[in-house]
């Protein structure tokens, strides 16, 4: 089992930026990969983000590339999503997975993910 809790949503105005991060505990995380989703009220889960269990090759859904940031910090058992020049369409609940795959390096299918977290609330105001 690996438990996920994230933590760092908040209101924000447009243009601001804010910092999630997702704690793991159980079993050992730096064999993970690690992505991060977003749902809004009245859509599907969306992919945001993922990487790899060492770091490496991320990933990012068109919408927020050159604005987010996956990182990860395996000696904290820490994963984070940095998002710059926020905007209100990022309005939603943001959760982090984990997973482990055999055939794909990162992936951004949640079916693929077997742990999640319970998400954390992100409100962008214009």
């Known amino acids: 089992q690996v438990q996920l809790v994230e933590s760092g949503g908040g209101l924000v105005q447009a243009g601001d930026s804010l910092r999630l991060s997702c704690a793991a505990s159980?079993?050992?995380?730096?064999?993970?990969?690690m992505g991060w989703f977003r749902q809004a009220p009245g859509k599907e889960r969306e992919f945001v983000a993922v990487i790899n269990w060492s770091g490496g090759y991320p990933y990012y859904v068109d919408s927020v590339k050159g604005r987010f940031t996956i990182s990860r910090d395996n000696a904290k058992n820490t994963v984070y999503l940095q998002m710059n020049s926020l905007k209100p369409e990022d309005t939603a609940v943001y959760y982090c997975a984990a997973g482990r795959w055999t055939k794909v390096i990162v992936t951004p299918t949640p079916s693929s993910y077997d742990y999640w977290g319970q998400g954390t609330q992100v409100t962008v105001s214009s």
């Open positions: 159980g079993r050992t995380f730096s064999g993970y990969g």
